[in-house]
Structure formats: C-alpha cells, structure tokens
C-alpha cells in the first residue's frame, strides 16, 4: 500500500471485511459510520481489485447517494 501511495503511511486499520462478515450492510455502517480518510478495496468475482479512497466520514443514509456541497471556494 505504502508504494501505491508514494507517500509514508502509518498503519492501516481493516475495519470491515465483508467476506466475514455475511456482506451484513448494517455492521459496515456500525463499524465505519463516523471514519474518514479511508480505504476500500473489493475484488470482482473476476479477480481484479478496485478501490478508492475518500477523506470524508461514512454515513448511513436513506438516500442512494448523497451530494456535498463543494466548500473549496
């Protein structure tokens, strides 16, 4: 990871593993609600990664998505 990123990471925390955790979408939310600067990655039935990292904090909503506002100026 740290060569990915090119830059020193401290550590990573693995949060939620959806393999052992029965893909249960209300236990991800209990144990990422709240967390920002995160990780995701998630392997295709295919066998390829993809991921993508997001500084803002998980948050259940009953929507699909959720917009932000854009406050960069």
Known sequence: MCSFFQVPVQSFELLYRASENNFSVELFHKLCDGVADTVVLI?????????????????KSSESFKQLEDDSG
């Open 43 to 59: 392997e295709t039935n295919h066998g390829k990664v993809i991921g993508g990292y997001t500084p803002i904090p998980w948050e």
